[in-house]
T-cell receptor
Framework: GAVVSQHPSRVICKSGTSVKIECRSLDFQATTMFWYRQFPKQSLMLMATSNEGSKATYEQGVEKDKFLINHASLTLSTLTVTSAHPEDSSFYIC?????????????FGQGTRLTVV | AQSVTQLGSHVSVSEGALVLLRCNYS??????LFWYVQYPNQGLQLLLKYTTGATLVKGINGFEAEFKKSETSFHLTKPSAHMSDAAEYFCAVRAADGYSTLTFGKGTMLLVSP
């Protein structure tokens, strides 16, 4: 089946630094990828929709300049958390849409646990 | 460790018929359970969740799910399907420890015919 690889799975960074998270579709092309954030004891929150070759669409309340999304190819989207603060510590998940035979199906990355110290 | 199994990658129903999407989980600690829906080319939307309390959980759009610990199940139901319910549905589990990550099932595509 289709696979989405998210890297790194865990990262610890110092406050004020930037962290890049990669989301790759390994065996299909994904024109659309989604980035989610999971808060403690809560479900997922959609942060942004990433479309290949165009600017990402951010959900209300998500800072575009803080969470930079780049979808430069059909198999790779990146989320960069800039000037990270401890409150950015969270679990980030990406999802990629595979469009085959006229229907779309979503596949999820394994997630990235970000800890900002 | 935790895992989720959704039986059936595709489920087809007629409009007005009962919708039943199956989800079984495994978790070494008490779980939180979720159902999400994804419409074509859109992000996930939370349908409903079970954390504690009543085991029958009602969600949006007329969906409900029942947590059955003895069966390790959290099946999603709706009495009468609408055409607008056609979408992909994901069951997810996480440990009730405030730290563990979500684990998703592979999804079930619901097809609704007139």
């Amino acid at each position: 089946g289709a696979v989405v690889s998210q890297h790194p799975s865990r990262v610890i960074c110092k406050s004020g630094t930037s962290v890049k998270i990669e989301c790759r579709s390994l065996d299909f092309q994904a024109t659309t990828m989604f980035w989610y954030r999971q808060f403690p004891k809560q479900s997922l929150m959609l942060m942004a929709t990433s479309n290949e070759g165009s600017k990402a669409t951010y959900e209300q309340g998500v800072e575009k300049d803080k969470f930079l999304i780049n979808h430069a190819s059909l198999t790779l989207s990146t989320l960069t958390v800039t000037s990270a603060h401890p409150e950015d510590s969270s679990f980030y998940i990406c999802s990629a849409l595979s469009n085959r035979q006229g229907s779309s199906q979503a596949f999820f990355g394994q997630g990235t646990r970000l800890t900002v110290v | 460790a935790q895992s989720v199994t959704q039986l059936g990658s595709h489920v087809s129903v007629s409009e007005g018929a009962l919708v039943l999407l199956r989800c079984n989980y495994s978790s070494s600690v008490p779980p939180y359970l979720f159902w999400y829906v994804q419409y074509p080319n859109q992000g996930l939307q939370l349908l409903l969740k079970y954390t504690t309390g009543a085991t029958l959980v009602k969600g949006i759009n007329g969906f409900e799910a029942e947590f059955k610990k003895s069966e390790t199940s959290f099946h999603l139901t709706k009495p009468s399907a609408h055409m607008s319910d056609a979408a992909e549905y994901f069951c997810a589990v996480r440990a009730a420890d405030g730290y563990s990550t979500l684990t998703f099932g592979k999804g079930t595509m619901l097809l609704v015919s007139p």
